[in-house]
């Protein structure tokens, strides 16, 4: 096997690093110009607000760890080739450990880990989707309910429903009660923050509050069948004014929804435009639920419903 | 009289019936080789009935190939969907298949690629390693391998007859339910993988016995070589975890044959128990795949550096760290799922506690080649770009273990990128750099550096362009698993991206094919000796070829790396024990007859043909009771023997 040393940068390994350089640079020069299309970075709401905060601080923390490991990794593999003359009389084939620097690799993580698990402790209960948000105004309940394929919205305190698109009034909290009569869909809208499962019988909560006017794209991310790359919908935040006369609007709608309506509606479709009821049943929403809660059922899903019980 | 099978499950779109043909024709023309050349009665006695682990690793090895050729044709069919397609209603791919393929990509993948390569390199390697001549059950190994292979027909079947999941790859209910999927492609999902599963069981407890009973006599667990306490590790989790899955599956499966409620979500059923059971297996099967690689890593370092793993207790208790805690923090893939914030903040602050002991062993891998003399062969360079993409995805890791991050990613791109990372830079790089670093010990040649060495760089450049961009989508709001998106959400140049990248990597895969053949056509100018590396640990002891019963003389072990002592000038040599005769197990068809039935129950209950299925489980019991009847199942090799294979092996390589 003893070969002649051979020079360290071959051919091959300057064209791959080349590339390899190229590639990053190129994705990250992508990335820079399209900033603005990066949801998840370009927070709209208070919640994606932390989020991103959260985000950005975790991922330097991290960096700290990262950064030294590139920078080692590729130190040494230059510093101990087998070629290399300056090195070779510091060959120690013996060495297998030191307490002071494996001390030091136990240590540095924990110390990070440490700090991110304190931030993370108080982040979580922060951000519970469960918590009110501060606010001087009072909220707005949308209750949301994943169907195959697109999403229902209930307004019961006005008496409307949409689907695939909600409206709310800017810098107001919203509070969202989501369902699924499908199976488990996830709820998302990723300018404003936090996506929670939907599920059937269950009653998610969700507090999200957009900083001010815009039109944002929300989405299932979770699978539920054929037409769930279908499931988009629009979530606009309005102007109280602009929201109070579209509400009115919507009262006036000659497409009423109760149960039987409803029914039809919950019958699985593709590419399901946006529409407009009048909300009949302002119950229907706990009806939806009750078909996944028959009385005999309610010992083992007890535990299970949610944080309040049956509303 | 059949049940629910009739010709309607024969495929009807030509994407499917192009796969059928072909995988058809590809069996057909094995036949007719194997007819050809008169190599049915070889095939028979020296592999398929075969108890030589070296054996049956092998054909692990060759199963697991296969597998990954299809799972990387089936990601092959999703980017070119997600790239070109998605934006128009028209592609051929069509929303079922698609959700069909990607569930069959994972299954693939992780059941009959990585769990297949890893038993494949348990088999070759850790009898070696310990100083042993075989596992504790040679015979219950061979019915390991042919339940796993039946899974894997089973699994390949539902391209031919039937369908496949549509439901992803840990299938949750309801979707999976029989409301929402009353087809036969959850059931082949549940039954391929019930009976792969079962296989992994019985290997996991085969060579956890193996080791603990086996060893080379002076191998302290303290003189272990890092790679066997990584694998201990491995097969724990085995050993704890794949009867949660069995009792999972199980469960689903009464749901849907039989009409329990389990999983449903009416009638006192509860999906949300089917998420936490499967992850609570799930979550420790990650680690099943990765520790293993990790010790792979910790026997290439040391050898390439020419110096001693850096910190091997510190290694030791990183393992058995991971080992444990991988069955704390299964919640965190469902941190949406609404449970509190003190439980969220819990489950996100243990997944980063084992960041701290999967750090410790990049440092350590990292310091064992401070002060060594490093060369750069392709096991080495798959180890550096290991360490790129591992701590990359160890970096996205921690992101997603904080629940207030974890809600703005989970389910997105992002988190697909994640798992790749970890799965392709830590579980397949392991794989390839184990598979390379040991291919001369079994066959006697090396495979050719510079066709491996590009192979590496397409490898590396392919997985940063395919899953680099998944990572700014996921951040931008592209779930996983669509199969369509608006043309006006710009998302369609990094989709573009990431399929050139899937592009790159298959150039890689061409290139690692074609150095096997090439190797092989050339194996007598790149034959090697039985130590090509300067190996440390006792594998490279023995001769190569490597005999039936492995080593001679069991001579006691003193040191942690053997070998390399005893290649050192002044070695005290142990006095090697007088040749005895030695038992190997005589072959069985066992195994093949076992896998078989299995693999017809599976087919029978999922068609819903009772009475196939009760026969042959009738047959299975019949045939497992005959089989432990037999007495006959030793062969002798005599000392005269013993002495004439070591003169003829050892005569090979010097």
């Known amino acids: ?82 070629g290399n003359t300056k090195t070779k009389r510091r060959y120690t084939p013996e060495a297998d450990g030191s307490r002071l620097i494996e001390g030091l690799w136990w240590g540095i993580p924990i110390t990070i880990i440490t700090i991110l698990g304190v931030v993370t402790w108080i982040s979580t209960h922060d951000l ?129 929804l109760a149960w039987t309506a409803y029914e039809e509606l919950a019958q699985p479709s593709r590419h399901q435009p946006v529409s407009y009821y009048m909300l009949h049943d302002r119950s229907l929403y706990d009806k939806i639920r009750g078909k996944y809660m028959d009385s005999n059922t309610s010992t083992s899903q007890g535990a299970n419903i949610d944080h309040e019980g049956m509303n | 009289m059949w049940g629910r099978l009739s010709l309607d499950a024969l495929p009807h779109d030509m994407i499917t019936i192009g796969g059928v043909v072909g995988g058809g024709l590809a069996l057909l023309a094995a036949v007719a080789a194997l007819t050809y050349f008169k190599k049915w009665r070889w095939l028979w006695t020296n592999w398929l009935t075969s108890l030589d682990p070296k054996k049956i690793g092998v054909m692990y090895l060759v199963v697991a190939t296969i597998m990954l050729l299809r799972g990387l044709a089936d990601a092959s069919m999703l980017r070119a969907q997600q790239a070109i397609f998605a934006t128009s209603d028209a592609g051929p791919i069509s929303s079922d298949m698609f959700q069909q393929v990607f569930s069959a990509h994972g299954t693939i993948m992780i059941f009959f690629v990585a769990m297949g390569a890893l038993f494949g390199l348990l088999n070759l390697i ?56 009353p087809g036969t492609g959850v059931d ?273 450049i392919g997985f940063m362009l395919a899953f680099l961009p998944l990572y700014a989508l996921g951040l931008m709001g592209a779930a996983r698993r669509i199969d369509g998106y608006d043309a006006s959400l710009g998302w369609q140049e990094l989709f573009v991206v990431a399929g050139i990248g899937m592009l790159v990597i298959l150039v890689g895969v061409l290139f690692q094919v074609l150095q096997v053949a090439y190797s092989v056509w050339k194996r007598r100018e790149l034959r090697v000796g039985s130590d090509p590396w300067g190996g440390r640990t006792l594998e490279w002891s023995t001769s190569t070829p490597i005999a039936e019963y492995n080593f001679a003389q069991l001579t006691p072990v003193t040191h942690r790396d053997e070998f390399w002592e005893q290649k050192r000038p002044g070695h005290n040599k142990q006095a090697a024990p007088a040749l005895t005769s030695i038992q190997v197990p005589k072959n069985t068809s066992l195994g093949i007859v076992i896998g078989m039935l299995a693999g017809v129950i599976g087919f029978a209950i999922i068609w819903h043909i009772w009475w196939l299925a009760f026969v042959c489980l009738v047959a299975t019991i019949v045939t497992v009771i005959v089989a432990t009847l037999r007495e006959d199942t030793e062969r002798i090799i005599t000392v005269d023997e013993i002495v004439e294979t070591e003169k003829r092996l050892r005569g090979a390589t010097s």
């Open chain 2, 126 to 181: 850790v009898p070696l390693q310990i100083g042993s001549r075989d596992v504790a059950f040679p015979m219950l190994n061979s019915i390991s391998f042919w339940l796993f292979v039946a899974g894997m027909v089973l699994m390949n079947v539902s391209l031919a007859v039937g369908e496949f999941s549509t439901a992803g790859w840990l299938a949750y209910p309801p979707l999976s339910g029989l409301e929402y999927s």
């Open chain 2, 188 to 460: 082949y999902w549940i039954w391929s993988l019930q009976i792969a599963g079962i296989g992994s069981l019985l290997s996991g407890i085969n060579f956890l016995i193996t080791i603990f009973t086996l060893r080379r006599p002076g191998m302290t667990l303290k003189k272990m070589p890092i790679f066997i306490w990584a694998v201990i590790g491995c097969l724990l989790l085995v050993a704890f975890a794949f009867p949660i899955l069995t009792a999972t599956l199980s469960l689903l499966s009464l749901d849907r044959t039989i009409g329990t409620h389990f999983f449903t979500s009416t009638m006192g059923g509860n999906p949300m128990m089917y998420v936490n059971l499967i992850w609570a297996w799930g979550h420790p099967e990650v680690y099943i795949l990765v520790l293993p690689a990790f010790g792979i890593f910790s026997e290439i370092v040391p050898v390439f550096s020419k110096k001693r793993l850096f910190g091997y207790t510190s290694m030791v208790v990183a393992l058995m760290a991971i080992t444990i805690l991988s069955f704390t923090v299964w919640l965190h893939h469902f941190f949406t799922m609404g449970a509190g914030a003190n439980v969220n903040a819990f489950f996100g602050i243990m997944t980063m506690v084992i960041a701290i002991p999967t750090g410790v062993k990049v440092f350590n891998w990292i310091f064992t080649m401070f002060r060594g003399r490093v060369t750069f062969a392709t096991p080495m360079l798959w180890f550096m770009g290991f360490v790129v993409t591992f701590t990359i995805g160890g970096l996205t890791g921690v992101l997603l273990a904080v629940p207030g991050i974890d809600f703005q990613v989970h389910n997105s791109l992002f988190l697909v990128a994640h798992f790749h990372n970890m799965i392709i830079g830590g579980v397949l790089f392991g794989f390839f750099a184990g598979v390379t670093y040991w291919w001369p010990k079994f066959t006697g040649f090396r495979l050719h550096e510079g066709l491996g060495k590009i192979a590496f760089w397409c490898w590396l």
């Open chain 1, 1 to 82: 096997m003893k070969k002649p040393t051979k020079p360290f940068l071959t051919p091959l390994r300057i064209t791959s690093l080349v590339f390899f350089v190229l590639v990053v640079v190129a994705l990250g020069t992508f990335l820079l110009l399209n900033g603005k299309n990066i949801a998840v970075l370009n927070p709209q709401g208070i919640i994606a607000d932390k989020e991103k905060g959260l985000f950005i601080f975790t991922l330097s923390l991290g960096m700290l760890v990262v950064i030294p490991v590139f920078v080692m990794l590729f130190a040494f593999a230059w510093k101990y080739r087998e």
């Open chain 1, 128 to 256: 519970d989707p469960y918590r009110a948000l501060d606010s001087d105004k009072k909220p707005i309940t949308v209750q949301v309910v994943a169907l195959q394929w697109k999403w229902l919205f209930l307004y019961p305190d006005y008496g409307i429903a949409t689907v695939n698109e909600v409206r709310f009034p800017e810098d107001t909290p919203v509070n969202f009660e989501i369902t699924a009569d499908a199976p488990m869909s996830a709820f998302w809208i990723p300018n404003l923050g936090t996506q929670t499962y939907a599920m059937n019988g269950m009653n998610s909560q969700l507090k999200l509050e957009a900083h001010t006017t815009g039109e944002y794209r929300g989405s299932n991310t979770n699978i539920n069948g054929e037409g769930y790359a279908d499931m988009e919908f629009k979530a606009i935040a309005t102007t109280k004014q602009e929201f109070g006369l579209w509400t009115k609007a919507i009262q006036q709608s000659d497409e009423h």
